[in-house]
């Protein structure tokens, strides 16, 4: 296990990109604090940031209030990374497997991209969440995010694959243009879910307005939700019980292929 | 040679069983009832691969289940992996498909997998879906009631098949009795299919005919009817036998199956308990009745 404690909080946001155990795995603590980051638009080195504690490990505990450090987990493969404390932008962007607990809030981008492997965000985080960077051709293609609180705008914007869950809110432009995957969302629904969804699967547990290009289907039990419910709960997620509950099902976006849909609960 | 167990004959010998490929299909539904119904159809006309090409059963009803609705288990038993592959894939896709509210599930961890949800989704004429959940590919396919839910892989491996016990009571009343308990007991033992109706046969077979156009025929050397006419294998008084044929996803399941099955069996009324093989020249797997109660009643 590494233990990494902030001492000096960045003046600037701290592109931090080494903080994986991909990078930490094996290496020595004096190793490790000489790991490149970029403070601002200047090279530093993560010991002038951080206290490292035991030797570089596929296991890391970050301390602190981390908002200002981003790119924490991008592109890990394995291991984990748990965060006592907010983190910033890009947590665990482009990540391919492994697991990021955050006990915190996080900033824009978390996820965004995410290939495989899990993030669990216990606090609220920002907009793009699992989504595509601008330019990209799709957002998350595998794995799971889990957000216990509220997430921003374009959560699983053009998401390919995977699952997210929020138990919070989510802002505007939910799904908007995603490819496949599933979106839960136990909380509320900002408007313009779903925009230009191609495929894929938003869920909706409470009442929201749909776009009009949206076309109302059926009302009836989607099986493959409870078997996305125990998945949830199999990772300490407390889910409501939708046992005999309906769906009402809508087709859409019908301004694209019209495969996709949105499953909303009944009253 | 014969030995007693609870004043009943064991004949020193033993059940000549078969390798097969196994998988356990997991079905649930909206109530028991609709769950048994799909896994009584789905396990319909598949007592012997010599004349159904797979052999089937229900396992068991089931306390927990994927979707945690009411389901049973059933294994089927088929020579070889692709054999198995095709009478999961029409099995499922003619009778758990078809039957209202159902859903289908892999209920066996195997390296080796058969390919089913990947083949049925095809009926969803484009318009299935696929959902990745906990690393598993389930598709959702659009039916009249809604959806189809059915996994991709499911999990199949090496089995044993053709595992037996032969029952030769005084009368059919004590025979059938005894077959019954021995069934019942054996339907407890996990990973065990017994696939004849109720578990037992009447019609046991030998291999070939005077017929040449007959794989196999009646095992007349059992028929107590034919006593007098062709080379017997019943003592006197005894004027009935079943046979139970034991399928199972390992040797060790059908071992115990067929020592709590002759355990069971060994009532007032039975003569003596035996098995069929055919000399040890066909089948891989060679079960001694002796060895295996052995185990449960140390000499």
Known sequence: ?267 | MTYLVKGVEIEDTFAEAFGMWGGRVIITAVSSKWAREAAGKMTGYATSVIGCGCEAGIERDLDSTPDGRPGVSALIFAPGKDGLETAMAERIGQCVLTCPTTACFNGLSAAEQASIGNQLRFFGDTHQISKIIGGRRFWRIPVMDGEFLVEEKFGVQKAVGGGNILILGEDSQSALKAAELAAEAMRRVPGVILPFPGGIVRSGSKVGSRYKFMKASTNDAFCPTLRSLVPTALPDGVNCVYEIVIDGLDLSVVEQATRVGILAACIPGIQRITAGNYGGNLGRFKIYLRKVLEEAVPA
């Open chain 1, 1 to 267: 296990m590494t233990i990494l404690t902030l001492r000096t909080q960045p003046q600037a946001p701290l592109e931090a990109g080494v903080i994986t155990p991909d990078q930490f795995m094996s290496k020595p603590a004096a190793a490790l604090a000489r790991l490149p980051v970029v403070h601002g638009n200047e090279q530093a080195c993560l010991g002038d940031f951080f206290a490292v504690d035991g030797e570089g490990s596929t296991e890391l505990i970050l301390n602190g209030d981390l908002s200002r450090v981003k790119w924490i987990g991008a592109g890990m493969t394995m291991g984990s990374v748990t965060i006592h404390g907010d983190s910033g932008m890009h947590l665990g962007a482009g990540m391919r497997g492994g697991e990021i607990n955050a006990f915190g809030n996080t900033g824009d981008w978390a996820g965004a991209e995410i290939n495989g492997g899990k993030l669990h965000i216990r606090g609220n985080t920002g907009h793009g969440l699992g989504g595509a960077y601008r330019g990209s051709r799709h957002g998350m293609n595998r794995g799971l995010i889990i957000v216990e609180g509220n997430a921003g705008t374009e959560t699983g914007a053009a998401m390919r694959r995977g699952l997210i869950a929020v138990k919070g809110d989510v802002g505007d432009f939910a799904g908007a243009f995603m490819i496949a995957g599933t979106i839960v969302v136990f909380g509320s629904l900002g408007i313009r879910a779903g925009a230009g969804l191609l495929r894929g699967t938003i869920v909706a547990f409470r009442q929201t307005e749909l776009l009009p290009t949206y076309r109302y289907a059926c009302r009836y039990h989607p099986l493959f939700l409870d078997k996305i419910l125990r998945e949830l709960q199999s990772h300490g997620v407390a889910i409501p019980d939708i046992a005999g509950r309906c769906f009402q099902r809508y087709s859409g976006d019908f301004n694209r292929l019209g495969k996709g849909e949105i499953l909303i609960i009944d009253d």
